[in-house]
């Protein structure tokens, strides 16, 4: 619904992402592989995440929650 690449979810610098190898194991897995990797730990999300009527913003950058909020 975003339109955001599955990968602006993750937390790519946590511990589990690494711990799982899952920047080498990417490319293997399958769109619902990832979702369900990304729904069994809390670990696994970018924060924060906003969603608004018609967009979506993952992690903090602050010219885009700027962009989008004011």
Not at 20 to 43: A, T, V
């Amino acid at each position: 619904m975003s339109g955001l690449e599955l990968v602006k979810f993750f937390n790519t610098n946590g511990r589990l992402y690494k711990e799982n190898n899952l920047k080498e194991r990417w490319n293997s897995l399958s769109e619902d592989e990832l979702l369900s990797i990304l729904e069994s730990d809390g670990m696994f999300h970018k924060r924060p995440v906003l969603i608004g009527d018609n967009f979506v913003l993952s992690g903090f950058k602050l010219k885009d929650w700027e962009e989008k909020l004011l």
